[in-house]
């Protein structure tokens, strides 16, 4: 019943990183060669987000388990511990049974709880520069990018769920297509309405970062969460033209955050 159950939960919250490309760019378009100072790979699965020197910002349920507290972290090849992980108070854990048939209370759920949490390092991480938070709200139809390294494909085929295991490094483009109160949303586009580098989150990017840039400056303004679906949940796919990813809004948080830095830190 576990098994079924994760297996559910995986199909639209989004664990490690994946970049789903158009059909009609070359994949080497959306290659890179390192990943940027902020993006951080989770012990287990999922990454996190560098926002201050000794604090990582993610998504809730990237964290699998009990026992993160002491484990050991790598930073981008330096090692740490994790000292400490805060959850928002209003995160909920999934439930014991698996949603099926329509996905409305699926998406009830997903939509109802407040998917992050803050990973307090053991020692401050000197040989990377975190990443500002958005702290405006204008995020409307804002140009983003979104890095991953995990499952790959394109709007037509959708995810390719075996491609997980060669974790190449991409960054996608897309635009802030809603927002509400805690969340952001973007679509992928078919490529007559597309940016030229237009992609979509798949399966495997919890925890990770989308970030604009301003005056030169890049500010995070979400953290993928999980897939927006209308259906049958036995009918989901992954990864095609016109999906939707929702990002928790990091505006929406941010005096949280910055109340727990400042009462732990």
């Known amino acids: ?120 390092l053991s020692k401050p991480v000197k040989h990377l520069k975190p990443i500002a938070r958005y702290y405006a709200h204008q995020e409307q139809g804002k140009i983003t990018t979104t890095y991953g390294k995990g499952a790959t494909g394109t709007g037509i085929i959708g995810e390719q769920i075996e491609t997980k ?13 809603t927002v509400t109160k805690h969340h952001l949303t973007m679509r992928f586009e078919e490529p007559e309405k597309g940016l030229p580098l237009e992609g979509i989150h798949g399966s495997g990017d919890s925890g990770g970062p989308t970030i604009i840039e301003e005056h030169g400056k890049q500010y995070l303004i979400g953290i993928q969460s999980f897939r927006d679906y209308q259906g049958d949940l036995k009918n989901f796919k992954g990864g095609v033209y016109n999906s ?20 732990d830190g």
């Open 1 to 120: 019943m576990k098994k079924l159950i994760c297996l559910l939960f995986s199909m639209f919250v989004l664990a490690t990183q994946a970049v789903v490309k158009r059909h009609d760019i070359s994949a080497e378009s959306y290659a890179l060669k390192s990943p940027p100072d902020f993006l951080i790979d989770m012990p287990h699965e999922g990454s996190a987000v560098l926002i201050s020197p000794q604090w990582l910002l993610s998504a809730g349920h990237v964290i699998y388990y009990d026992g993160y507290e002491g484990k050991q972290i790598s930073i981008q090849g330096v090692d740490n511990q994790i000292e400490k992980v805060i959850f928002h108070p209003d995160f909920k854990k999934q439930p014991e049974k698996a949603f099926t048939g329509d996905a409305k209370p699926l998406m009830n759920f997903l939509y109802g709880r407040i998917d992050l949490v803050l990973i307090k």
């Open 165 to 177: 295991m060669h974790r190449p490094l991409n960054f996608f483009n897309n635009q802030i297509e």
């Open 244 to 263: 939707v990813s929702v990002l928790c809004r990091v505006s929406a948080f941010n005096s949280w955050i910055d109340e727990v830095i400042a009462g």
